[in-house]
């Protein structure tokens, strides 16, 4: 059984409601709310979602039941947007907030694990091998950066939201960004000795979701959503354009994401509208680092973290894992390319 659309290239956007235990979805252009994975499925407050777009799976963190949990997502023929049904647990024991997906697949987030023996541990980002979510292996995730190997003022305190390519993980800090960095960046396999993590935003005391574009980089903050030259190496916020205000219409922003085309999306929580929602997502053009005007798209109670789904032209189909020995097309190309 595999993904399979046809016509025009849908959109979904999906987005985590925390306080009603659901994720939910609109096809754009459409502003029609759909459920996606329900109360009933065990998740007690889903918070960071985040999207394997080449293989269509759904991440998400549930802090409660101490687990990061994923789904395959199928497009149907009229356009529905669903789950095969089954909840695949990625990680287990880890007390997450957000999460996000490099384009081989590997999983990121930031949060700790959990000490079987109930010791102490400090918060770090960590990331979890694509093949081990193909194989259905349960393993320990691996830490990329903590707050022993990111430097003086180290730039692990408490860290937030995050997001990562090939080669480079940025993650923020919901403490102390101002010291210990408002945004971050070093490498996705840093080595052991003299590793090096920059702080390339200080403007902020905290800060919260963020994405990546082709050029860019933005990130959510109390006062506004931000962004930065994706290769900016320089520290902090000196300069008038190192660090610019794309938007103040905001009350209580958190996740940001990119559709891949020309738009980014933010999630704000306390955005209150006449209908009595307090909850949107909203978006503006991504295509410069300008201040834009912010575009209301859908009304959703609560709303927390945002995705964007995209199918290509002509729609694409992906091998679901329906047994943790089968191995889709794609990754079996990419193992045969590393040996």
Partial sequence: MGLQTWGMDPTYLIMSMPAAKQIVYAKLPDNILRLLVPATDGIVAPKGICLDNANSRLFITDGPTLRIVWYQLIAQPDGKLITDGRQHVAVNSVSASWCTVDGLG???????????????????????????????????????WSPGNSGTDACVLAPSGLAADLFTVYWGNREEGKKHGTVCKGSTSPPAINPTAIKVATNESASRGMTLTERYLFYATHDGIYGIKKEKSTQGCEHKEDCILITDEVVNPNGVTWDADGTVYFADTGHFSDSGITGAVLSFPSGSLAKHPVEKVVEVQGVHDVAVLT?????????????????????????????
């Fill in 106 to 144: 590997n999983l990121y987030f930031s949060g700790k694990l959990i000490d079987s023996l109930g010791l102490p541990t400090k918060e770090c980002i960590y990331k979890f091998d694509a093949l081990n979510i193909v194989t259905g292996t349960m393993s320990s995730p691996n830490i990329v």
């Fill in 311 to 339: 199918i290509p032209p002509g729609g694409h189909k992906i091998d679901m894992f329906m047994h943790s020995s089968q191995i889709n097309v794609s990754w079996l190309l990419w193992l045969l390319l590393l040996f």
